[in-house]
């Protein structure tokens, strides 16, 4: 049996708040030989974190912080072992939509996916599919076009969403597309609202309603072509930005992913991309000043358009179908920055 002070300090357990009141690790006694899990009360799955051992004191650090109100329940060697609820921190930062992508209000009708950004980490306990509905303004009726998935696309913060509308509904001649129709019809307008309930990883609702309307095109049929992409080239020994602009709207977070800038061949020029808020053009500023010398522009092929065309074949693309289709895992632009001098001469 255990002593008295024995069983006090089994009954240790705190919790570490950051600056900002994210509940970011629990403390607790345990050693080194036994096996730990944490888990929302109620749940089967685990939460993913790192377990540390500090002498007699086992520190669990979670990827994502603490959920505001929720309960949680510590499993020793497959017992329950200890529980623990995190509370509301005293000044509390509301969460907001910082932006969504496409920005545009109008999508074509093939339309694959939408990015939703937000200003903190948010909640998982709850899908978030049950915070977001959508409304065909035309037939007043709630439309459900986002594919739900049981691992949602959230990036490691858990601040960024991606959300697919159904591909087997938007690929013509597939059962769900025959049985279910395409998720957004031509001609017609959709609301798309984000509720005020959805909270933040602090349980700390967003500080108001999102409301995105989208009008409807006809479906894009064609792959982006680099070939179509205009440049404003910069002056040598200036960092003014390099401007690409595009002939369309193209994914918001690929378009910031899948460009580089070199110079002579192989070397790699740094420097940040500046997205437009349409994404239909992009400036690249250099890190140092331009040199004169040929420059490319590589582009991964993976870039896409909104509807997941991308530079080597359409979404529609039948990957079985016996065709040859001309691929590459990269296309180039070359371009020259010439010297000043000779510019003025």
Not at 52 to 77: A, H, Q
Not at 261 to 278: A, P, R, T
Not at 337 to 345: E, G, M, T
Request: net charge positive; hydrophobic share 35%.
């Amino acid at each position: 049996m255990l002593s008295c002070q024995e069983r006090l300090v089994e009954s240790q357990l705190r919790i570490d708040y950051n600056q900002t009141g994210f509940a970011i690790a629990v403390l607790f006694s345990g050693d080194f030989e036994s096996q730990y899990q944490i888990k929302l009360k109620g749940k089967k799955s685990s939460v993913l974190g790192e377990f540390i051992l500090n002498r007699d004191e086992i520190i669990f650090t979670p990827i994502i912080p603490f959920s505001v109100g929720e309960n949680y329940e510590v499993f020793k060697n497959g017992k329950l072992y200890k529980e623990f609820s995190i509370s509301k921190p005293e000044n509390q930062i509301q969460p907001k939509v910082i932006a969504i992508h496409p920005y545009n209000d109008t999508v074509p009708e093939n339309l694959l996916k939408m990015y939703f950004v937000f200003s903190k980490p948010m909640q998982q306990s709850q899908p978030i599919l049950n915070f977001i509905t959508v409304t065909n303004c035309l037939t007043n009726k709630t439309e459900d076009i986002f594919l739900s998935l049981e691992n949602e696309l959230w990036n490691t913060d858990h601040t960024e969403l991606t959300l697919w509308l159904d591909p087997g509904r938007i690929k013509q001649g597939l059962i769900p597309n025959e049985k279910l129709g395409i998720p957004i019809k031509k001609d017609n307008i959709y609301e798309i609202k984000i509720s005020k309930k959805l909270t933040d990883a602090e349980g700390v609702e967003l500080d108001k309603e999102y409301i995105k309307k989208i009008i409807v095109s006809e479906r894009d049929t064609k792959s982006p072509s680099v070939n179509n992409w205009k440049l404003t080239i910069p002056q040598e020994r200036t960092k003014a930005p390099l401007k690409i602009v595009f002939n369309e709207s193209l994914d918001a977070f690929l378009a910031q992913e899948t460009i580089q800038v070199f110079l002579d061949e192989n070397k790699l020029i740094k420097g940040e991309f500046k997205l437009s808020k349409k994404a239909t053009s992009i400036l690249f500023v250099p890190n140092v000043l331009w040199k004169k010398g040929r420059y490319k522009i590589v582009i991964e092929s993976r870039l896409e358009d909104l509807s997941g065309n991308n530079l080597n074949r359409l979404f529609e693309t039948d990957l079985q179908a016996k065709q040859s289709y001309r691929t590459s895992k990269t296309k180039v632009i070359e371009f020259v920055i010439q010297s000043s001098f000779s510019l003025k001469n």
